[in-house]
Nanobody
Framework: QVQLVESGGGLVQAGGSLRLSCAASGRTFSRYAMGWFRQAPGKEREFVAAISWSDGTPYYADSVKGRFTISRDNAKNTVYLQMNSLKPEDTAVYYC?????????????????????WGQGTQVTVSS
């Protein structure tokens, strides 16, 4: 199992930016694709972005495409989510997650069940 700890959430005005970080420990980080999900109050958790284990190929939900950027630093065992042009509808608890299976990348086919390790979440609140 991998342990994941998110940080970087907070309160920001609409149009602003935040960068979330997710520090991993416990297994070889570089072998696993990583993802970000979010859950707004009263809603189900939804996929935000994923990044491959190999060459950093990203995939984004349509709702964040062009505004969010996922990246990873394997030397630091950390995955990032740069969020720009934030909107009130981006308000949610953001979670990072690690793929269950090493050396796999599902891109647009990822589902929540593909991820086996989850962080505790970090709150992002965007005010209008």
């Amino acid at each position: 199992q991998v342990q994941l700890v998110e940080s970087g959430g907070g309160l920001v005005q609409a149009g602003g930016s935040l960068r979330l970080s997710c520090a991993a420990s416990g297994r070889t980080f570089s072998r696993y694709a990583m993802g970000w999900f979010r859950q707004a109050p009263g809603k189900e958790r939804e996929f935000v972005a994923a990044i491959s284990w190999s060459d950093g190929t990203p995939y984004y939900a349509d709702s964040v495409k062009g505004r969010f950027t996922i990246s990873r630093d394997n030397a630091k065992n950390t995955v990032y989510l740069q969020m720009n042009s934030l909107k009130p509808e981006d308000t949610a608890v953001y979670y990072c997650a690690a793929d269950l299976i090493a050396y796999r990348y599902r891109g647009s086919n990822y589902q929540e069940a593909d991820f086996g390790s989850w962080g505790q979440g970090t709150q992002v609140t965007v005010s209008s």
